[in-house]
Nanobody, 124 residues
């Protein structure tokens, strides 16, 4: 069983950048595919990005393609989400989720373990 904890959220100006981290308790973090989801005010949960167990494959939601980059460092048991060219619509609580085995997926119910979330606020 793995525990994941998000960090790196905060207040940033529109057009700025921010990097979120998802730290895992499990040594064999490479056995988990990891996804990022977000939920903004008045919005439903939205898929942001996902990365395969090895880090070789990635997937992004349409709204963040070209602006966000997901990566992982299994030696550090950490997954990152680099957010660039931030917009007010990116304001949300961002959640990291881990999936046991299998390929990456954008479906939230396919993930087994979830972090507590970290707030990202983008303002002008």
């Amino acid at each position: 069983q793995v525990q994941v904890v998000e960090s790196g959220g905060g207040l940033v100006q529109v057009g700025g950048s921010l990097r979120l981290s998802c730290a895992a308790s499990e040594r064999s973090f490479s056995s988990y595919a990891v996804g990022w989801f977000r939920q903004g005010p008045g919005k439903s949960r939205e898929f942001v990005a996902a990365v395969s167990r090895s880090g070789a494959n990635t997937s992004y939601g349409d709204s963040v393609k070209g602006r966000f980059t997901i990566s992982r460092d299994n030696a550090k048991n950490t997954v990152y989400l680099l957010m660039d060219s931030l917009k007010p619509e990116d304001t949300a609580v961002y959640y990291c989720a881990a999936r046991v085995a299998g390929p990456i997926t954008s479906t939230s119910t396919m993930y087994n373990y979830w972090g507590q979330g970290t707030q990202v606020t983008v303002s002008s």
